[in-house]
């Protein structure tokens, strides 16, 4: 059992790790847009629930829309996949921290995938390895 567990490719492992907690980036900030606008409930959610400190309602949530739509696709397509997972990683210890500390089991869980993908890579299914293979030849 153990040889064909060790046979499952890294690879698949790291595409789940890329796909599910951007899903869940993707849907959170679909929740934020009517179209190409960012909502007057969620400028009011950032102004009312979330309270971040240091950074107007208005920006935090127009940031939060925009990084919840552009690093959710870069990681589903594998590209710049290191740095998108860092910027999610950042976003999920600031939802953590200052928004919703009990929340700890399922922010662990997206920061564990993050991680895994800022170590390790976005594995052979993704852009970044097909950029890296041609800069090899």
């Known amino acids: 059992m ?11 492992v ?9 899903a869940v980036f993707w849907q959170s900030g679909q929740t934020k847009v009517e179209g190409w606008q960012v909502t007057d409930s969620a ?7 979330y309270r971040l400190p240091v950074i107007d309602p208005w920006l935090a949530a127009h940031l939060a829309a925009f990084a ?26 600031v939802i953590e921290i200052l928004v919703y500390p009990d929340a700890w089991p399922t922010h662990g869980v997206w920061a564990t995938c ?24």
């Open 2 to 12: 153990r040889d064909r567990l060790d046979a499952v490719p890294l690879s698949l």
């Open 14 to 22: 790291l595409l789940c790790a890329r796909i599910f907690p951007a």
């Open 43 to 49: 400028v009011a959610l950032f102004h009312e629930e």
């Open 68 to 93: 919840e739509h552009f690093f959710p696709v870069l990681l589903v397509i594998g590209l710049a996949t290191r740095l998108s997972a860092l910027a999610l990683f950042g976003m999920t210890m």
């Open 114 to 137: 993050f991680l895994l993908l800022i170590l390790r890579g976005p594995g052979a299914v993704s852009l970044d390895a097909l950029i890296a293979k041609r800069l090899r030849s």
